[in-house]
């Protein structure tokens, strides 16, 4: 496997930080060394907003793998985006979608998420995420592989559960500790068979449809 098909290799955020290159890129010499003079990044505030979320919760998520846990993060996709952050531990494996919202009231229901009134479709989205990384992990690994949806708020000011979904919605600074706490699901055995999987980047590009098996 090459570096760039490792996803291991992956930073958080990797996927934004692309984005916010690319688009960096576009600016004349100038104004991209005034950028780079003032410590400031050059882009749309809210993908910006979003790499910066993107980095804090993968910065905690970091730390669980001195736990034996594993972490991927910006996992593409065909689409064209990505999962956030893949991570993996004797509970299961965990798709985890980050969103910043500064100073926001975030609250949750049981099929929306409102931030300060405004409706998103967080909740099946995250579902939609986790239930098709399920398939295809079960299906590269030859067992069952189960996958929890998990929303990480960032920067909100309250977070307030209206009714308790099938997602978990959680603080994005709780997150280190909340996960290890879930009852075990897979022995170190499959732990480390779907982490030799998952950081192979053609598994998640052809969505199953398999060419070899990764070893």
């Known amino acids: 496997m ?18 916010v ?13 005034a ?4 410590r400031q990044r050059l882009g749309d505030t809210s993908t910006l907003r ?9 910065a905690r998520l970091e730390s669980l ?19 956030d952050h893949v991570v993996i531990g004797p509970p299961g494996v965990f798709t985890v979608n980050s ?12 099929e929306v998420v409102k931030v300060n009134r405004n409706g998103f479709p967080y909740l099946q989205n995250s579902e ?19 996958v929890h949806p998990v929303i990480a708020i960032v920067g909100a000011q309250k977070i307030i559960l209206g009714v308790t979904p099938e997602v978990t919605v959680i603080d994005g600074r709780q997150i280190a500790t909340a996960l290890p706490c879930r009852p075990t699901e897979l022995s170190p055995a499959r732990v480390d068979r ?6 192979h980047r053609h598994v998640w590009t052809h969505l199953g449809k398999r060419r070899s098996k990764p070893r």
């Open 35 to 38: 950028a780079r003079i003032s």
């Open 194 to 199: 779907i982490f030799t999987v998952a950081r």
């Open 128 to 146: 939609f995420e986790a239930t098709r990384t399920a398939a295809l992990l079960t299906e590269w690994c030859g067992f069952d592989v189960p």
């Open 21 to 33: 290159r690319e688009g960096e890129a576009r600016y004349k010499p100038l104004v991209r060394l």
């Open 50 to 58: 979003g790499l910066e979320g993107e980095q804090i919760v993968g």
């Open 99 to 110: 969103k910043h919202h500064p100073g926001a009231t975030v609250w949750v229901g049981d």
């Open 2 to 19: 090459s570096d760039e098909d490792d996803l291991a290799r992956n930073l958080p955020g990797a996927g934004l930080e692309r984005l």
């Open 65 to 83: 793998k001195a736990a034996g846990w594993n972490v991927l993060h910006g996992v593409p996709l065909p689409s064209g985006s990505d999962i």
